[in-house]
């Protein structure tokens, strides 16, 4: 595999639960599979190594037995897209990405999540990577492989996943947030499995943080910023709420109540829901949606850039 690790200049710090691991290749990360997060693709571009003596993590995933896998997307996807040249104004960009679900732990055996694959996402990070940018994916677990020509952080949690995302944000010349990120999480851990007792049990749950929400207002980002909306009913009313609301440039909206499309499926169908006016493109896979997807985004960002 080609890494391409001299572009994620920074210096920007790994969050405390995140982990990495130097010049490896790409890995699945998934929950419960006993492996780790994992890497970026080579010499970590700068970036610092976790605190080993950090135990503040509420993961129980562990280092040992990585089974890593090489991911073949790579030579698949170049015989499927053609590259259509960059326009003299979408010169290759760092592109952020997050993906997949997020697990909100309850206790050592059990956690809250949702039903992401990770699929759009990973798909969104590869179109990128063969369209010459470069990806860092910010991802949940997912049994997807690390596309190639990817960078990749693993995080677990809505709070990781925020620390991660305001930790590179600052990098990257534009920002795509496909994860479905958990808005509310346990109000409190619980360090032993938790016992049954009674015929009902109440769980606490406290809101998780607005990533999306956070990222021009709190993290001060400045760049291309897209979101998805994943909805079952009023797509474009909510869709448009959350462009107007999170300041986005695009929501890319899906209906998530179809069984062939959204969650977990091989195809989606979306909306784009911008500022004023909306577009609903054909159903397609999500590696061909990507592609197309990632060629709007580079249109929207070189329409941004001539404005300034
Ligand atoms: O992963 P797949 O199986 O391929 O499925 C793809 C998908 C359906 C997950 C994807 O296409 C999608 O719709 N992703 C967004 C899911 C979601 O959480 O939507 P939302 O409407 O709840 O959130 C709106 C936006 O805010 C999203 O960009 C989300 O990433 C972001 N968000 C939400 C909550 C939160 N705490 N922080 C966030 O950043």
Redesign the pocket.
Known sequence: MTCRSHRWTTDAQIPPNTKTQQGKQPQIWSPGSNKYPTYFSNELHGLSQPDPTNHSNHSHSSDQNLNLKRSFHDHQNKKQFPLKPHSSTTLPVKILI???PTIEPIDPVRYLTN???????YALAAAAARRNHSPLLISGPTNINIPDGTDFVGVES?NDMYDAVSSFIPKVDIAI???????YTPAKFAEQKIKKSGDQMTLTLTR??????SARSQMNFQGTLV?????TEELIENARR?CLNKSCDLIIA?D?SRSDI???SSD?QVTLVYPEHEETLPQDS?EHLAYHLIEIIEDIHASRQSEQ
Not at 115 to 121: C, I, L, P, T
Not at 177 to 183: E, G, N, R, Y
């Open positions: 997050t993906a997949g039903r992401s694959s990770g699929k759009m996402g809505a947030f496909a994860a479905a990120v958990a808005d998780t943080k607005d990533i999306l929400g979101g998805f909306a994943a909805e959350k899906n998530v959204g969650f977990d989606n999500k």
